[in-house]
């Protein structure tokens, strides 16, 4: 065995190892399997939350698009922090509602308020389709990074399906909080790991950062701006794309989700103030994105410009360390995903959908069964049909954050009730899907996400004001403003 | 109110209900929880463990119990958002560097930077005046 093998291999099984021993004692329910019982604090919720979104498209996806596309692979830190101040304001009443009525999920979240189990089936569909290029970029972005790492001494698709596997145990024995315990892992490696290369490449290159830039100024003059080296990402796209997945930042079932497992709704406001700090790996990603563009352009896949860069510079044992630090930075996204995925498949279509009442037993049993049945399309996915990383994410954001209105309006206008809801999400998703598949992404310099954003929410307030006469004005309410 | 109370109970002094329904329903749980007939409820609680959730006898929406918010902490929050969305177009340049950045990359991480402390001073000025006393005055 090589020594980065070695090291890749020890990652990945002590993370295993830590998943499974997460669970703690006593028997397991679905309430401590998907929330953890609601009693973590804010250092497990800032854990699980920074574990969500730093993934492996922190290492891969935005150097690759700093790389190859510059300017435009800025909107990554901005949208995080509009996230941010978004769920400020959102994520404190939503929690407290579903605290009182115990609420596991998402589309739980639309069912309590909306009445409507239609709009829940909906949500669920929504999610699990937007949910499954999400992970399938965590199982790409991972075979990438092993197999580069390992310098091919472990396949892609080894890798994938071993580490996965490894995933699926600690989520199937432990549920979410061994995803918090395996979080910390992969904090503290990712950290590392960024600050090491994210300062000594352009030091190692240039000399400094500073003299980096200058020299990426010097050879390509327009990359550092919008819109950078492509065709249509200039700044209409930029602004577009930024409101639609900051909007759509919380929307994700997952993230939602992890909201619930908050022990107190200050927990979450004291998050929100201090996670745009937590995006600061990001901009150390995209100083590797750059240096590796001046050191070696012309990548055939500049996903891989990270990890080329790093094997190019570094002895092996340490990119033995980025692998396995990547591993795991796959594995935990991943393993929310597939807990959150499972969850609202047995609970919010399996468990309506059997006429005869499902225990909670049952009900444990069904969300570890659909786990599985979720990781392994995801594999067979994964294994088949590959994507540009950061494009496998937009076009989940383009999905899910149609359902923004239907939880902004849910939380802050008492009188929205579900037809105008259901209406604008349908609208929403018809248009984001013609958009896309007939070619017109972006549409008129507009992210078509965004204008299925748009049509969706214009769609939701005019039928509110012509179905629910006098709802817009009970829905007057101090609202987030974007 | 005991200031001891605040943790366990997150309806606890400050809070208010939008919909403003104090009464009614004192005999289910505090006055003006809009969840108190839900929980208090033989149905209501039987029916939540069962996955089908129940809703108020009247067949209404449920609302959500939200804090008001002073203008000031929106407002705050709101120019990092407006900086980073609204002031793009204004700063799609590289000159004049900042500490060796493009400008443009300057202007976000900045914002990214000082986020925290519109934020931290939006929890202040959202956080009820009371300093744990005259609980419940605000409802």
Request: aromatic letters at 10%; charged letters at 10%; one cysteine or more.
């Amino acid at each position: 065995m090589t020594t980065p093998l070695l090291v890749i291999v020890a990652f990945v099984f002590v993370s295993t190892v830590v998943g499974v021993i997460g669970r703690g004692r006593g028997t397991m329910d679905v309430e401590r399997w998907s929330v953890g019982g609601r009693q973590f604090g804010v250092v497990l919720v800032w854990l699980l939350m920074a574990g969500e979104i730093y993934t492996t498209f922190t290492f891969l996806g935005a150097s690759g698009w700093a790389y190859s596309h510059g300017g435009p692979a800025f909107y990554i830190l901005a949208y995080g922090t509009l996230g941010y101040i978004i769920s400020f304001f959102l994520l404190p009443p939503v929690w407290r509602m579903a605290k009182r009525l115990k609420l596991h999920t998402q589309p739980d979240f639309f069912l309590a308020r909306y009445n409507s189990q239609a709009l829940a089936g909906v949500a669920v569909l929504i999610a699990v389709v937007s949910i499954v290029p999400y992970l399938q970029l965590q199982l790409a972005g991972l075979g990438m990074i092993v197999e580069i790492a390992s310098a091919g001494a472990i396949t892609s698709h080894v890798a994938i399906v071993v580490a996965f596997v490894a995933t699926c145990i600690f989520v199937y024995t432990s549920g979410i909080r061994g995803i918090a315990w395996v979080a910390i892992i992969k904090d503290v490696a990712m950290i590392v790991a960024v600050v090491i290369i994210g300062i000594g490449l352009p030091a190692m290159y240039f000399g400094g950062v500073g003299k980096m830039f200058a020299e990426l100024m010097r050879q390509h003059p327009t990359h550092l701006t919008f819109p950078g080296a492509t065709p249509v990402m200039g700044v209409r796209w930029v602004v577009s794309t930024v409101l639609l997945t900051g909007m759509g930042f919380y929307c994700w079932p997952h993230t939602f989700a992890s909201a619930f497992s908050a022990k107190d709704d200050r927990t979450l406001r004291r998050n929100a103030i201090v996670m745009p700090l937590y995006q600061l790996p990001i901009l150390l990603v995209f100083f590797v994105g750059f240096t590796a563009l001046l050191v070696m352009p012309g990548l055939k896949n500049p996903d891989t410009a990270l990890l080329v860069l790093v094997t190019r510079s570094y002895p092996g044992w340490f990119a033995g360390f980025i692998g396995g630090a990547g591993a795991v930075t796959a594995m935990v996204p991943a393993a929310m995903l597939l807990l959150g995925a499972a969850t609202l498949v047995a609970k919010n279509l399996y468990r309506p959908l059997r006429r005869r009442p499902v225990s909670e037993q049952h009900l444990m049993r069904a969300s570890r069964g659909f786990m599985l049945l979720i990781a392994v399309a995801a594999l067979l996915l994964a294994l088949w049909s590959p994507h540009e990383l950061v494009m496998l994410l937009i076009f989940g954001y383009d999905g899910v954050a149609q359902l923004f209105p239907a939880i902004v309006l849910g939380v802050f206008a008492r009188r929205a009730t579900v037809r105008p809801v259901m209406l604008g999400l349908v609208a929403g998703v018809l248009t984001v899907i013609g958009l896309i598949w007939s070619g017109h992404d972006p549409f008129l310099g507009l992210n078509a996400g965004f204008v299925a954003l748009a049509v969706n929410g214009a769609v939701t307030l005019v039928s509110m004001a012509i179905l629910d006469r006098g709802a817009l004005a009970g829905a007057a309410a101090p609202e987030p403003e974007h | 109110m005991a200031p001891a109370a605040r943790p366990a109970d997150p309806i606890g002094p400050g809070w208010s209900y939008r919909d403003g329904a104090p009464g009614g329903n004192k005999a289910a749980g505090r006055p003006g929880d809009p969840y108190a007939e839900l929980a208090s409820s033989p149905l209501g609680e039987r029916k939540v463990a069962t996955g089908r959730l129940a809703h108020p006898a009247n067949g209404g929406n449920i609302g959500i119990v939200t804090k008001r918010h002073p203008v000031g902490a929106l407002i705050l929050a709101l120019i990092p958002a407006l900086a980073l969305v609204a002031g793009l177009p204004f700063v799609n340049r590289v000159d004049p560097t900042v500490l060796g950045l493009p400008f443009l990359l300057a202007w976000i991480l900045g914002w990214v930077l000082v986020t925290p402390l519109f934020l931290a001073g939006a929890y202040v000025l959202a956080q009820p005046k009371d300093g744990g006393a005259g609980g419940g005055a605000d409802r």
